[in-house]
């Protein structure tokens, strides 16, 4: 692989019915990938024979939390770049190609992020979407492999928490942060993820904005 070469890491578990959709969107990429990699987050489901068929390369483990699985696909990772996908969610076809152009422009950056919003297929089949906002999410990033390893790694865990503390860790760790205002992450709400709320999740978000601050003041 080049230097240039950008690796994509999915972590999946039970997501046999989105996982081809998320990948058809890496695909489509105008500046494309040059390897995804699915890791199967003990799913019991058909996400692991799924991803085979896929043609992706498929990794596996004991469920861990998607934190671990991004940390696991990225150590198997061969590109110089990471991005990451959950497996419901779906790329505008620009997302890297305006990261990657970014990272050239402004090499002093540890990590580009870019706006989602959050959408969901309502009973009628029709696809709902929110306003878009800045994303300081996974699903938003393009960074150096290296970096992550080094200083960017998650934190294991089942619950949401391990995203919200990995994003507050970076900034008060000082890493030079961007943020491109173009829509590039699409976040599907259904009814077994971490969003399912009213609010597409922002209420869980704040709650653990507040513990994760309020435990740091105490010095913990």
């Given at each position: 692989m080049s230097p240039a070469d950008i690796s994509v890491v999915i972590p999946a578990h039970n997501a046999a019915r989105f996982l081809a959709e998320a990948v058809a969107s890496v695909r489509?990429?105008?500046?494309?990938a040059a390897e995804i990699?699915?890791?199967d987050d003990g799913s019991t489901d058909e996400t692991?024979?799924?991803a085979a068929q896929l043609g992706v390369k498929v990794i596996t483990q004991k469920q861990a939390?998607?934190?671990a699985a991004r940390n696991h696909?990225?150590?198997?990772?061969?590109?110089?770049?990471?991005?990451?996908l959950d497996a419901d969610d779906l790329w505008g076809a620009d997302k890297l190609a305006w990261q990657w152009a970014w990272m050239q422009d402004?090499?002093?950056t540890d990590v580009v992020f870019g706006h989602g919003v959050n959408f969901w297929v309502d009973p009628r089949g029709q696809r709902q979407e929110e306003v878009s906002r800045p994303a300081y999410l996974?699903?938003?990033?393009?960074?150096?492999?290296?970096?992550?390893?080094?200083?960017a790694r998650f934190h294991a865990g089942v619950a949401p928490s391990e995203v919200i503390e990995w994003y507050l860790r970076l900034r008060a760790e000082n890493v030079v942060i961007a943020m491109i205002p173009r829509l590039m992450l699409f976040r599907r709400l259904h009814e077994t993820n971490t969003r399912q709320q009213g609010d597409g999740g922002r209420a869980v978000d704040l709650r653990l904005l507040r513990t994760w601050i309020d435990r740091h003041r105490a010095g913990d």
């Open positions: 489509a990429q105008t500046r494309p990699i699915v890791v692991a024979p799924l939390g998607a934190g696909g990225a150590e198997a990772a061969t590109g110089q770049w990471l991005a990451f402004h090499p002093a996974p699903g938003a990033a393009l960074l150096r492999r290296e970096f992550f390893l080094h200083r």
